[in-house]
């Protein structure tokens, strides 16, 4: 079982950075396809990054293109999400997400329903 843990996450203004953490119980960020999403209150769960499992291929949702990277450590098994120019449309829980599925190899998974494991999600919340 893969367990995946969150932090980082608080309260900042609008404009500012944020750098998310995600570390995974076993060794799984060099093995497993990664993401990112995010819920807001009263929304569904939605798509913010994805790395694929050999790192060839990321994709950005076009909200956060240009302003949020997704990065990975395969020695500390972590996978970070840096949030840069944060806006107020930014505030949600951000999850981090694993799947071991081969397909996703070279290519990413941005649908929520390839993901096997989740992580219990960090607030991030942005003031204007």
């Known amino acids: 079982q893969v367990q995946l843990v969150e932090s980082g996450g608080g309260l900042v203004q609008a404009g500012g950075s944020l750098r998310l953490s995600c570390a995974a119980s076993?060794?799984?960020?060099?093995?497993?396809?990664m993401g990112w999403f995010r819920q807001a209150p009263g929304k569904e769960r939605e798509f913010v990054t994805a790395?694929?499992?050999?790192?060839?291929?990321?994709y950005y949702a076009d909200s956060v293109k240009g302003r949020f990277t997704i990065s990975r450590d395969n020695a500390k098994n972590t996978v970070y999400l840096q949030m840069n120019s944060l806006k107020p449309e930014d505030t949600a829980v951000y999850y981090c997400?694993?799947?071991?599925?081969?397909?996703?190899?070279?290519?990413?998974?941005?649908?929520?329903?390839?993901?096997?494991?989740w992580g219990q999600g960090t607030q991030v919340t942005v003031s204007s």
């Open positions: 790395i694929s499992k050999t790192g060839a291929s990321i």
């Open positions: 997400a694993a799947t071991p599925n081969p397909k996703f190899y070279t290519i990413v998974a941005r649908s929520r329903y390839e993901y096997d494991y």
């Open positions: 076993r060794r799984t960020v060099g093995t497993y396809a």
